[in-house]
């Protein structure tokens, strides 16, 4: 049998059961209990369960049900939820927190904060633990991506030019402040797009589709949007960027193509300072 995949799912046979649970087979880790509280309707002895393993407060692996916030090798967002002379304790949505000594922390973690972190194994201790130095976990590899790749983000830290974010749980990249169209608050998970890779191998991402995807994407929303708001729009192409902005969260320039496709399109009528509407 292959090895336990420490902080991880894995699909394990059951063996056992006992007044407190089921004993489930870990290989050369012996066999690992699921308690009770997680333990399925109608299972049979020799039944397969999907369960994540880590460990107990005793440095056991016990199985759960439970779905984590993040498993070994991923970044996420934690909040703080008890602090000791040793460190941290962080809620990653299993019974026993994750722990992040004070040498991980960028700066002292406080009870109530969420901080970015990487869930990695300490080969010392063989525990699970937290790192809030995300930079010395972030691939070094060239990125291989090509402009207009949709991504997935992790809104990591706001900086003087923007947000930096996490690509795909491995690259870092930049979302410049005038790319910015709606909310954004580290921690928030979101789908991206890749504006640019630099020859050095950083990354300028955009929360908007580019080019003539971009246009099609908004295209289709502002159409709903005229179908649920009695078929007008009182905002043309000659309406304050702002405004767009605050009701759409796209750019000004993005919203007059989108304009220019329907009307292309023959699906509205421009109404010229008084917006838009659906053509009969």
């Not at 304790?89 to 991980?104: A, I, S, T």
Request: glycine residues 8%.
């Amino acid at each position: 049998m292959n090895r336990i995949k420490l902080g991880d799912y894995n699909t394990l046979e059951i063996v056992k059961a006992v007044d407190f649970g089921l004993y489930l087979d870990g290989g050369s880790e012996g066999e690992i209990l699921l308690p009770r509280r997680y333990v399925p309707e109608n299972y049979r002895i020799g039944d397969e369960i999907e369960v994540f393993v880590y460990l107990d407060q005793d440095e056991r692996p016990v199985a759960t049900t439970e779905k984590p916030l993040a498993r070994v090798g991923d970044f996420a967002c934690l909040e703080c939820v008890w602090v000791n002379e040793y460190g941290a304790f962080l809620n990653w949505g299993l019974m026993k927190d994750v722990f992040c000594p004070f040498h991980e922390q960028k700066r002292r973690m406080e009870i109530g904060s969420s901080y970015i972190v990487y869930i990695y194994i300490d080969e010392e201790s063989y525990r699970i633990v937290a790192s809030a130095k995300i930079e010395k976990y972030l691939s070094e590899d060239y990125p291989p991506y090509a402009t207009g790749d949709e991504v997935s983000l992790l809104i990591w830290q706001k900086t003087e030019l923007g947000f930096k974010a996490i690509i795909d749980n491995s690259y870092p990249g930049l979302i410049y402040e005038n790319q910015i169209f709606k909310p954004v608050h580290t921690g928030d998970r979101m789908k991206g797009y890749i504006s640019s890779v630099r020859p050095d191998g950083k990354i300028d991402l955009s929360l908007q589709a580019t080019g003539r995807r971009q246009t099609l994407d908004f295209s289709e929303t502002l159409l709903d949007y005229l179908h649920e708001h009695g078929g007008k729009c009182d905002l043309g192409d000659k309406s304050d960027a702002e405004e767009i902005k605050r009701r759409f969260q796209v750019s000004k320039k993005t919203y007059k193509k989108a304009i220019g496709d329907l009307y292309k399109r023959h699906l509205i009528i421009i109404l010229g300072e008084e917006g838009i509407k659906l053509a009969e």
